[in-house]
Structures are given as structure tokens and as C-alpha cells.
């Protein structure tokens, strides 16, 4: 019953906020699962950062994967999504261990502040709706937000800006090709692995990128006093 009601949520705001929504229904479980894909397996505590959670479909996933040291940041600029996340969060179960680790933060992710936050963030923005400079200043948040070896994971529609394109005007056409152009760029640069999920509507392709490769530690240096040196 609840994902319908969640379903008519997400359409009445996609009718009137289509740019910052793009979705005609939430993620499916296997969508969420797949972008949420690093958070499996042993690792140590990670500071995580959600990017558009939407109806908290993806949100759900990251809770059931968090550990007790885990940090989760949930960025909305939608309003009415910040407020049914926080309440989800308050109310459902499958918070209840965790709900003192989440913060919903109702912004735009390029208002954020500091540099090298994250281990991992997870992007539900509909980046193909947006201008090419937007989408460009979207990643560089996400760069500058992520720590050396941190991943990024996001979703696109497959092929969405190909069939787009023959039923829409010069100059959404020119919009499309500027912004799959910087999408192509980063993820040539920096992709690491990618996932298609036909178990959706429309079926979408998960991305895995990572920007900076772990720092490695400086080399420890050991002083040897003279006293110690044999003299020849």
C-alpha cells in the first residue's frame, strides 16, 4: 500500500518540478541497490552523502547497509522531499537503529561546505535535465566533497538523450549534446566499473567513478643518532 502512496507523492511533485526531479517514478529497489553497491561488504565507517533522496526509495537502501560509526547526509532542494524523508526517517522502522546518524539537509548539493568530506556519495540528481554549466558545477562539488579513493556512484536513463533529441527543438537538441559531452568527459576520465538496471522504469545505467586515488601515507622516517653509527 505504501508504495503506491509513495509513487502518487512523487509524480504530483515531478508534475511541478520536473527539472530537479526527472523521474516519472521512484527508484526500484534493484536501482537503489546497485548505487548503493559500495556500501557492501567489510569496510571501516564512512561519512556518506546522499544527493537528491527523492522519496527516500535509495535512503532505504543506505540505512540497511550503515554501520554503528556511519555518518549519512541527505541533501534535498525539493522541500516537500526534505520533510517526507525527515518524517520517514522519525517514523519507519527500518531507521530505528539508525536515525540518529541521519541529517536531511534542505539545499542544493553546491552549497555545501569543506573539502575531502565523503567516502561515498550517492547522486539521484536528474543531471540530463539540467544546463551543461550546472551538470559541470555539480561534479566539481562532488569532487571537491569527496576524499581521495572516495567513490562516486549515479544513474542516468539509458539512451534517454539520443531518444530525447529527435522530438525537441534546436536548442534543447544543442542543451542535450553540451551536457552528455561533460558527462562523457568525466566518465571517461574517471570511471570505474558501471552497471545496467533493466528492472526499472525506464531502465538506467548505474555509474562508479572515482576522482582521486587514495593518498598514500608518508614514509616514516627513523632517526639513528651518531652514537649509534659505528665508526670504521
Known amino acids: 500500500m505504501y508504495i503506491w502512496v509513495e509513487c502518487g507523492k512523487f509524480l504530483r511533485e ?3 518540478h520536473f527539472h530537479t526531479t526527472g523521474a516519472i517514478l521512484p527508484s526500484s529497489r534493484f536501482l537503489a541497490r546497485a548505487l548503493v553497491r559500495p556500501l557492501h561488504g567489510p569496510r571501516p ?3 556518506i552523502l546522499e544527493v537528491g533522496p527523492g522519496t527516500g526509495a535509495v535512503t532505504r537502501e ?3 547497509r550503515m554501520l554503528p560509526g556511519d555518518r549519512l547526509d541527505a541533501v534535498e532542494i525539493n522541500g516537500h522531499f526534505a520533510e517526507l524523508v525527515e518524517r520517514r526517517v522519525r ?3 527500518i531507521f530505528a537503529r539508525c536515525r540518529d546518524q541521519i541529517e536531511i539537509i534542505h539545499a542544493a548539493v553546491q552549497e555545501l561546505f569543506g573539502e575531502a568530506i565523503y567516502d561515498l556519495i550517492v547522486s539521484g540528481l536528474p543531471l540530463n535535465n539540467f544546463p551543461a554549466h550546472e551538470v559541470r558545477e555539480i561534479f566539481a562539488t562532488y569532487n571537491r566533497l569527496l576524499k581521495p579513493g572516495g567513490t562516486l556512484t549515479f544513474y542516468e536513463y539509458t539512451l534517454v538523450r539520443q531518444l530525447k533529441s529527435p522530438f525537441v527543438d534546436r536548442r ?3 542543451r542535450l549534446f553540451r551536457v552528455g559531452r561533460v558527462m562523457r568527459g568525466y566518465i571517461r576520465d574517471y570511471q570505474i566499473r558501471r552497471e545496467r538496471i533493466f528492472i526499472n522504469v525506464p531502465p538506467a545505467t548505474v555509474r562508479y567513478l ?3 586515488p587514495v593518498t598514500p601515507r608518508p614514509a616514516v622516517e ?3 643518532h651518531p652514537s649509534s653509527v659505528l665508526q670504521l
Open 14 to 16: 515531478c508534475r511541478q
Open 45 to 47: 565507517a564512512w561519512r
Open 62 to 64: 543506505i540505512a540497511r
Open 91 to 93: 517514523q519507519e522502522r
Open 172 to 174: 534543447e537538441r544543442r
Open 210 to 212: 572515482r576522482f582521486k
Open 222 to 224: 627513523t632517526a639513528v
